[in-house]
């Protein structure tokens, strides 16, 4: 399962969204029909997992616990979950973004979904623009990667 691209889409006045048919596709194809939705770790974006990517997630961080104090393992796994929702596409393919997510992500009208791989995520339109490279800086690190 891969998300790819770069959709926009508006927001109701109750917070809901309706999922690009694009990635609807997507999760057809793989028989999800559970997501969670979750605040980024790294940026200010929401983040969409598909049941099956967030159950392996789970599963990693268990294992990876193990050889950790269980205090500390208790508290890093209640961080990890705890600002994480579950939800279902109802019949139009919509969903609700609390508000708490919505403002946390600086979100109000519009978003921008960007596939990236296993999930998607959900942008403030603006935000996304200020969070990427310069021309320059990404064709730089792509030479460096080895990709161009």
Not at 22 to 38: G, N, W
Not at 57 to 73: F, H, I, N, T, Y
């Amino acid at each position: 399962m891969r998300f790819s691209g770069n959709i926009q889409a508006k927001v109701d006045a109750k917070g809901r969204v309706f999922l690009p048919s694009s990635f609807r596709k997507v999760l057809e194809l793989a028989q999800e029909d559970t997501l969670f939705l979750r605040r980024h770790d790294y940026a200010r974006c929401i983040t969409l997992i598909p049941a099956s990517v967030w159950n392996k997630k789970l599963d990693m961080l268990s294992d990876r616990l193990l050889d950790v104090k269980p205090a500390m393992a208790n508290t890093i796994y209640r961080q990890y979950v705890k600002d994480t929702e579950e939800l279902q596409l109802d019949g139009n393919g919509r969903f609700l973004i609390s508000k708490s997510f919505l403002q946390f992500a600086g979100i109000s009208q519009e978003v921008a979904f960007v596939g990236m791989d296993e999930i998607v995520e959900i942008w403030n339109p603006s935000a996304l623009n200020e969070s990427m490279l310069s021309e320059e800086d990404y064709k730089s690190a792509l030479e460096d990667l080895g990709v161009l």
